[in-house]
């Protein structure tokens, strides 16, 4: 039985990896051949027009820039609450919001957002986007932030306490160093979380073929452009449908690389 057990889990993950490779090698293949200076300078434009992808990686990385802004302080702050001081139904029913909120699906926020945010000012704007994907990076900082402070030593905080510290500088100066580590690690996995995220953005920020740095606007992004190009009938958008799938995919991996090797060595 445990040979056969053995098997079974190897097979299971040859599968899995052989979907995973078939899936990066598709997309290197594809996209690869749309990467050009052009791509990274010009912003979309009509079929035929030789447009690129700029407005739409500014656009992602203001709108994700905008979410960490937002998502990060709350679910760092909400972390230590309920990490220090947390008890009685107000932390169970924090928890268990925030439970709920790792697994709602993405699109029922970007309809949130919409009926309280974009309906209210009869405007579509990058902000909104970003305070979307904010509420799907919170829960993911919250849960990091309270696992990695719970595993502080309970010696080295009632160390700081009986040098006469109060309490919220123990946390801040001895606690959140202590764990900054894995506080930072749920923090980037919140980013690659957010950031091919396209549900909650049609609802928000819609897109925009121009370029816009004002988070006031509608504005682009990658998720949004690749969900507009992918079903075109224009060989062009389609092409660049393929290099924004290959660059949102390099980035989330390079923020996953970094996080397991780069953070993983120090430990929390």
Known sequence: MDRLATVLSLCATSVALVALVSILLTLLVRGAAGLSLVTFTH???????????ANAIVGSLIQTAIAIAIGAPLGMLCGIFLANYGRGWVASTTRFVSDMLLSAPSILIGLFIYQIVVAPTGQFSGFAGGLALAILALPIVVRTTEDMLALVPT??????????ARKWRVIVFICLRAARTGVITGILLAVARVTGETAPLLFTSLGNQEWSVNPAHPMASLPVTIYQYAGSAYEDWVQLAWTGALLVTLGVLAINIIVRVGFDRKGA
């Open 43 to 53: 912003s979309t434009a009509s079929p035929g027009l030789n447009g690129g992808l």
């Open 155 to 164: 010696a080295l905080v009632e160390a700081g306490i009986a040098l006469g």
